[in-house]
């Protein structure tokens, strides 16, 4: 028996992996990081390799882990989990320094730091396990409760992008308790925007009555920005 969802009862802290090259900065939001070894200090994480920062990490081997506290709202956590950094500067107006050997050190919503320099990157399938050394590391607001997974899941509503290490997929729900088969709804895992194919996309040019299916593929949140990829079936 496989029931993935028993993999929820794992610890995680939800952190924000940066990374910079070529003068340019970049983040996204992981779930999966560890310390290895108290001495010397040795951190790993867990980055997609379809991620902009995976790049620059596997580039300049250099990383920082923000490490996120509970108030982070989730418009915040949003732009550095649900869109790209191709395409959008996820810092700006966000409050950040430079670290020692280049990466950005997020400040806002942040309970502390660790930067690290890669020593070996393990290939694992979908993802890269980046192993650092720890070079700096300093608790910014000691006040604050780190955030962990669960507590972003269970008590924030958040949810888990496509490209996360803890990613499951969830099967629509498609019949009525009647057994007549209903259009589904689907939300942004972003902004909580709904897609009602009843409703349609009319700014968008969709037409009511299309299915989240047939949208075309360059189709965006209304609301966000994202693409199709971020959306979930709605279970009523």
Same mark, same amino acid.
Not at 54 to 62: D, G, P, R
Not at 102 to 126: C, M
């Given at each position: 028996?496989?029931?993935? +969802?028993?993999?929820? =009862?794992?610890?995680?802290? #939800?952190?924000?992996?940066?990374?910079?090259?070529?003068?340019?900065?970049?983040?996204? %939001?992981?779930?999966?990081?560890?310390?290895?070894?108290? +001495?010397?200090?040795?951190?790993?994480?867990? !980055?997609?390799?379809? =991620? $902009?920062?995976? @790049?620059?990490?596997?580039?300049?081997?250099?990383?920082?882990?923000? %490490? $996120?506290?509970?108030?982070?709202?989730? +418009?915040? #956590?949003?732009?550095?989990?649900?869109?790209?950094?191709?395409?959008?500067?996820?810092? &700006?107006?966000?409050?950040?320094?430079?670290?020692?050997?280049?990466?950005?050190?997020?400040?806002?919503?942040?309970? *502390?730091?660790?930067?690290?320099?890669?020593?070996?990157?393990?290939? !694992?399938?979908?993802?890269?396990?980046?192993?650092?050394?720890?070079?700096?590391? &300093?608790? %910014?607001?000691?006040?604050?409760?780190? #955030?962990?997974?669960?507590?972003?899941?269970?008590?924030?509503?958040?949810?888990?992008?496509?490209?996360?290490?803890?990613?499951?997929?969830?099967?629509? @729900?498609? @019949?009525?308790? &009647?057994?007549?088969? @209903? #259009?589904?709804?689907?939300?942004?895992?972003?902004?909580?925007?709904?897609?009602?194919?009843?409703?349609?996309?009319?700014?968008? *040019?969709? +037409?009511?009555?299309?299915?989240?299916?047939? $949208?075309?593929?360059?189709?965006?949140?209304?609301?966000?920005?994202?693409?199709?990829?971020?959306?979930?079936?709605?279970?009523?």
């Amino acid at each position: 028996m496989l029931d993935l +969802e028993s993999l929820f =009862n794992l610890s995680y802290g #939800m952190c924000i992996v940066s990374s910079k090259r070529n003068g340019k900065i970049n983040g996204c %939001i992981v779930n999966t990081v560890f310390q290895l070894t108290p +001495e010397p200090p040795v951190i790993a994480i867990s !980055v997609n390799k379809e =991620n $902009l920062t995976h @790049e620059y990490i596997a580039k300049s081997t250099v990383f920082v882990v923000s %490490i $996120l506290a509970e108030k982070t709202p989730l +418009e915040f #956590m949003g732009r550095f989990g649900y869109r790209s950094g191709r395409d959008f500067d996820k810092f &700006q107006k966000v409050n950040y320094k430079i670290g020692i050997t280049g990466p950005p050190i997020v400040l806002d919503n942040t309970v *502390g730091f660790i930067e690290a320099e890669v020593t070996e990157a393990i290939d !694992v399938e979908t993802h890269t396990l980046f192993i650092g050394r720890v070079i700096a590391c &300093q608790t %910014i607001d000691a006040g604050e409760t780190p #955030m962990t997974y669960n507590y972003y899941r269970d008590v924030k509503g958040g949810r888990t992008p496509r490209t996360a290490a803890t990613y499951i997929a969830k099967k629509p @729900e498609t @019949e009525s308790k &009647q057994g007549v088969k @209903e #259009m589904q709804k689907y939300r942004c895992l972003m902004c909580g925007y709904i897609y009602d194919p009843q409703a349609g996309d009319p700014a968008g *040019g969709v +037409e009511p009555g299309t299915a989240f299916e047939d $949208l075309p593929d360059d189709w965006i949140c209304p609301d966000c920005g994202v693409g199709k990829d971020e959306f979930e079936p709605v279970n009523d």
